[in-house]
């Protein structure tokens, strides 16, 4: 009996272990679950990017301020850093939508382009191109005021100059403030404070 019941024992031992044998090898050759990559959103074009400062800056009585520039561009690094720097930031966010348009990328940097932008780019830096940053000053209806090429007071947009790009030299610096002041309410201390940030040279 006890000899019996061992025998049965190992029977139903063997009998569970061949069942679980091909349960463990169906789990081993399942095949494993793949991430699908999610593509990166397309870049906005550059039109709807500008309506929409074109609303904002018309909700609440500002300019649009635009700025076309690249992820490479130290020079425009160094601008978005000054803008936003704390004794300057509340200065142009009280007068301007602050906004920007990526042109000029390649390879793998190429599909952060906002679509249309460098064809606005051209139409005011010209088709040589100017550099970058590049930046325009716009009216909420689309007007373009002013733009980053200096020229004399009342020359019309787009019509010659060369780029301020991001304003270091006393001529560009000089151009810069007067755009500002042309474009914004800022007082005459307000505009010495964004100069003398632009001016400094660390």
Known sequence: MKRALTAVIAWTTLVAAAGAAPMKAATATRPAS??????????????SVLAAAY?????????????????WCGWCHRMDSIMKAPV???????????????ILETGSKAALVNPGAMELY???????????????????DGTVLQDSR?????????????N???????EELTYFVRLLHETSTLSDTELKTIRAQFARKS
Do not use: M
């Open 34 to 47: 793949r991430a699908v990559a999610t593509p990166a959103p397309a870049p906005p074009s550059a039109d």
């Open 55 to 71: 609303r904002e800056a018309a909700a609440t009585h500002r300019k649009v301020f635009v700025i076309f520039h690249a992820s």
């Open 88 to 102: 300057c930031q509340p200065l142009f966010e009280k007068n301007y939508v602050v906004t920007h348009l990526v």
């Open 122 to 140: 051209t139409k005011y830096a010209g088709a040589q191109g100017q550099g970058i940053p590049f930046f325009l000053i716009i009216n909420p």
């Open 150 to 162: 200096i020229k004399p007071e009342g020359a019309a947009p787009g019509s010659w100059g060369n």
């Open 164 to 170: 301020t790009g991001c304003p270091d030299s006393d």
